[in-house]
């Protein structure tokens, strides 16, 4: 719309340019700002990185020698310079963003339109929005109504097309957040169903084990140690405990884990764990960099220990010839948790990382590791449920797990569990 007002008002210059009401002076500077104009509009219609629009429109006002120098600066809802674009000023510039910092308005700017002469200074808006300030120097340094009616087109012709460029954004941001929102609901829904089937099996399977671990037991009592069955028994038992094993995995998955839950100072578990896991990893160097005012949690204590351990011993698997292993303790908040592949409960959390330099996973793998029974161990070594388990247990903390990984690269779990209440204070 604005490029057709330009437009009527060229052809009505022309006109009077005809009609010699104007001097030719004038009338070609007029034309060089309408030229301008129509520059600037164009450059609307395509740009829309805001940094590169801002400094086009300025290079425009220069390159058609309608002005000497214009700048643009966009300033926050309180007055503080979000960015700045010029052309025809270089570093003398600079004085002017000073000014602009200290909150103070330029001498430009406090020219007033109707002086009639100088630099002139508009409010770049849109629809009652302040974006910033846009200031020309036009180059026969005499402004008239015409003149001044022409600059404050350009100034809303920018506020315009500052404010398509946030609803462009706005929108981007709102599909990527839908799409966001979308696979985590997927990934809730999957993790779910797969929690209520392996805890149905985990059930029934604990209550065969049960029995058998019963009858063997009673078998063991009766029988001497050197008669032939006496190993076979032994052997059974053993089974049955390595089946018990893998249902406190699979019961840990579905939340359905017993929990005990009382004040955790994680702090003190991760001391306490992984100097037992340092015992029998040699090779492994330890380093902890643990909040000295770390907050409390409240959660079952044995659970927390199994996360740990599955974590450590993934850890030690990934490294076989010796590496580091980074243990990390914060206090922070949800809103600290941002650009996670989780929307986080408002309130404190309890952060912990545990971070190792092995091998690392691609993206496909990093994709699956917390689903159940996803191993790259091969059956005999690995279950792939020790991260279900893990993501189960912290799920029912009212927790959230996540891992960063790159193939040769190392791997990163990061954990927030939801501070305590109570609030209370751990020390290192
Ligand atoms: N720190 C790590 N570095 C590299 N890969 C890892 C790491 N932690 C987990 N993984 C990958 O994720 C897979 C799943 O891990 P998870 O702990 O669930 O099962 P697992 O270790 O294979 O079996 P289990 O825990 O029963 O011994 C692993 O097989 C491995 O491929
Ligand atoms: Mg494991």
Known sequence: MQLVQSRKQTAELEVQE????QPLERIKHINDVLRAICAVNKLIMRENDRGKLLKGVCKCLIDTRCCYNAWIVLL???????TTAEAGLGKDFLPVIEQLKRGELTDCSAMTLD???????LQVEHDGKVYGLFSVCPRDFVTDEEEQALFREVALDIGFALHSIDLEEERKRAQEEKKKLESQLKYAQRIKALG???GGVAHNFNNILTVIQGNTSL?????HPTHPHYERLRNIEKSVQRGAKLTSHLLGYAREGKYKVKPINMNQVLKETS?????????????????GDLWGIEGDQG???????NLYANAADAMPAGGELFLKTMNVTHEDMGGKPFRAKPGNYVFLAVSDTGTGMDEEALERIFDPFFTTKGLAKGTGLGLASAYGIIKAHGGYIDADSEKGHGTSFEIYLPASEKNERNQP
Do not use: C, P, W, Y
Request: proline letters at 0%; charged letters at 30%; glycine letters at 12%.
């Open 275 to 291: 100097d037992a896991f340092g015992e029998t990893k040699k090779d492994i160097r330890l380093h902890r960099d643990l909040a």
């Open 303 to 309: 659970q927390i220990e199994q996360v740990l351990l």
């Open 219 to 223: 078998m063991l009592f009766n029988t």
């Open 115 to 121: 002086s009639g002469r100088g630099t002139m200074t």
């Open 196 to 198: 209520t089937l392996a």
């Open 76 to 82: 926050d809802e309180s007055g503080g310079l979000v």
């Open 18 to 21: 005809l009609e010699g009401e």
